[in-house]
């Protein structure tokens, strides 16, 4: 048998959805010679030149997937300093040191780069126009991730999981106090389980540990089938019901965008096209309701 070098890969933002799904799957991702080292926040704060040097000089890595981000996308848009910060000053630094070692940067990003007029899903050669701070600073990330050599920039969407704050947790709260919810119907996209995107990341650095082709650019990872929050509310309800954790389903009204005002205005239709992805791994695992039932039965008390 030939040894294969295990590929050492930092991961950063350990501590968020996707950083939490990624260490999880770390054992797993051994068996394919792909060596994760997650950092969370406190370990390395990627908006610090100095500590993102002394870590990759101290561990040297042939990839970096950058996880971390200011994802507040209402926040934002009151504090767009600490947005910017995060999610471009933070990529441009780890390109630059990347570029500086030879290192494969994956920058994770997000289908609201996108303005959501399309009407059809969005390809990742498509013109960008993100409607808020959030998007406008993920896509200043993105452009100076690929500043790297063979950078990788996956977008992704609607990220729930076992992990952090997401849609999932706050409905299955909301749903346990109250009778009735109005529920957003006129954003369409793909909710999209943070271990599958875990999943997607470790195949593709597996083709790096085997020597096999992985070119860089832009990539599209989005879960299926489409819905709105108002069609992904339903279905987590129903199931939250069958599996015992919530005595009933609320009564649940669809409305408008316009009926529930944001700080920040969000894509209504922000469907990604995963074609390209597909063609280079396969077939892909994005149905996202095995994760809604995973998520729910970890939530069961055990007995
Ligand atoms: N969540 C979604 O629905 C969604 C949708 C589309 C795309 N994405 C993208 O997917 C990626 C992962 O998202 P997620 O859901 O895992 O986000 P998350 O749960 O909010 O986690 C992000 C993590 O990054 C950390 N972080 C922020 N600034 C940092 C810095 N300067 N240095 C180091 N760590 C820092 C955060 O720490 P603190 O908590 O201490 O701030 C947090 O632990 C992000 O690129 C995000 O933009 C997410």
Redesign the pocket.
């Known amino acids: 048998m030939t040894d294969v070098q295990p590929l050492r890969v930092l991961v950063?933002?350990?501590?968020?959805?996707?950083?939490q799904a990624l260490t999880a799957l770390a054992p797993q991702a051994r068996t394919t010679g792909v060596h994760l080292l997650p950092a969370?926040?406190r370990e390395?704060?990627?908006?610090s030149p100095a500590a993102v040097a002394r870590r990759l000089d101290a561990e040297p890595v042939a990839a970096v997937i950058?996880?971390?981000?200011?994802?507040a996308v209402d926040r934002a848009e009151a504090e767009p300093e600490a947005a910017e910060?995060?999610?471009a000053l933070?990529p441009r630094l780890l390109a630059e040191a990347c570029r500086e070692r030879g290192i494969r940067l994956i920058q994770?990003?997000?289908?609201?780069v996108f303005d959501g007029t399309k009407g059809m899903p969005y390809a990742e050669d498509d013109a960008t126009h993100p409607l808020g701070v959030y998007g406008c600073t993920?896509l200043a990330g993105e452009r100076a991730a690929l500043g790297a050599p063979d950078a990788m920039v996956l977008?992704?969407?609607?990220?729930?999981s076992e992990?952090?704050?997401?849609f999932l947790h706050t409905m299955l709260r909301l749903g346990a106090e109250r009778e009735a919810l109005a529920v957003v119907d006129d954003q369409l996209g793909g909710p999209?389980y943070?271990p599958a995107i875990a999943r997607v990341l470790i195949r593709m650095l597996a083709r790096l540990a085997t020597g096999a082709e992985l070119p860089g650019g832009i990539y599209h990872f989005g879960g299926a089938p489409a819905v709105t929050w108002y069609g992904f509310a339903q279905a987590i309800f129903t199931a939250a019901h069958q599996q015992g954790l919530l005595t009933r389903v609320p009564a649940l009204t669809p409305i408008t965008s316009a009926e529930y005002p944001t700080a920040a205005a969000r894509p209504a239709d922000a469907r990604l096209d995963c074609r390209r992805l597909q063609a280079l791994l396969g077939t892909l695992d994005n149905d996202w309701r095995p994760g809604l039932a995973a998520v729910l039965e970890a939530r069961k008390p055990r007995s």
């Open positions: 950063t933002g350990a501590g968020g959805q996707l950083g969370s926040r390395l704060d990627i908006c950058n996880t971390a981000a200011y994802t910060r995060s999610n933070g994770i990003s997000t289908d609201y993920k977008r992704t969407g609607w990220v729930f992990f952090g704050h997401n999209t943070a």
